[in-house]
């Protein structure tokens, strides 16, 4: 069965330092993969999808960037936190040829920028 | 754009009191539709789905009904316990066959049951 990985579960950051969140699944080949944000009492903000190794669509124009180096491993980054940066970050997968097939999350990292 | 709208609570119930939750959308083609369940802390669970009008789905004693001519997928539970005290967003997606086409989600709606 596919399973996803996100880590760390938690992260409290200074402003201005270095972000990398990491996100595997298994179990699966060639899934698409995306990052979502969900702000305190907001609904979910999609920031970035990727179809394949090293193909990156961003959603949101902001500070972070997204890498995908692997094809099931998916990495969210930033040079340079932002208090606005605090929330929760979700991975998600779906099958590249799921026809209209949900997506999967993991269990979510929980940043804090202070 | 494709969009849907819940409502955003917070809606407070009695253990065992019936349970609906509003969702409509629009969309320009037939999505499909899904509603996801998020426990405190963790990420989001996939509750139930339908892919076609008509089509009811169900988990957990939870149901849906997709409804085209409304365009609607109401989240309904006869009977509610504390345990299903949660923020539940509808979602739904239009799989256009090569994008990656995330789902469009709504706000969530957070539910708490009182003993």
């Known amino acids: 069965s596919q399973t996803i990985h996100q880590w760390p579960a938690t992260l409290v950051q200074p402003v201005g330092s270095p972000l990398s969140l990491e996100c595997t699944v298994e179990g699966t080949s060639n899934p698409n993969l995306y990052w979502y944000r969900q702000a305190a009492g907001r609904g979910l903000q999609l920031l970035f999808y990727s179809v394949g190794i090293g193909q990156i669509s961003s959603e949101v124009p902001q500070n972070l960037s997204a890498s995908r180096p692997q094809d099931r491993q998916f990495i969210l980054s930033s040079k340079k936190l932002l208090l606005s940066d605090s929330g929760f970050y979700l991975c998600a997968w779906r099958p590249r040829q799921g026809n209209n097939s949900p997506l999967h999350f993991g269990n979510g990292t929980r940043l804090t920028v202070t | 754009g494709d969009s849907v709208t819940q409502m955003e609570g917070p809606v407070t119930l009695s253990e065992e009191a019936f349970l609906t939750i509003n969702c409509t959308y629009t969309a320009t083609g037939y999505p499909s539709l899904f509603w996801y369940v998020q426990y405190p802390g963790e990420g989001l669970q996939l509750l139930l789905k339908a892919t076609k009008a008509d089509d009811k789905g169900s988990n957990k004693g939870f149901e849906a009904t997709y409804r085209k001519e409304t365009t609607s997928f109401h989240l309904e539970k006869g009977s509610v316990q504390v345990s299903d005290s949660a923020v539940y967003f509808c979602?739904?997606?239009?799989?256009?066959?090569?994008?990656?086409?995330?789902?469009?989600f709504g706000k969530g709606t957070h539910l708490i049951i009182q003993p």
């Open positions: 979602a739904l997606t239009l799989w256009s066959g090569g994008g990656a086409d995330g789902l469009t």
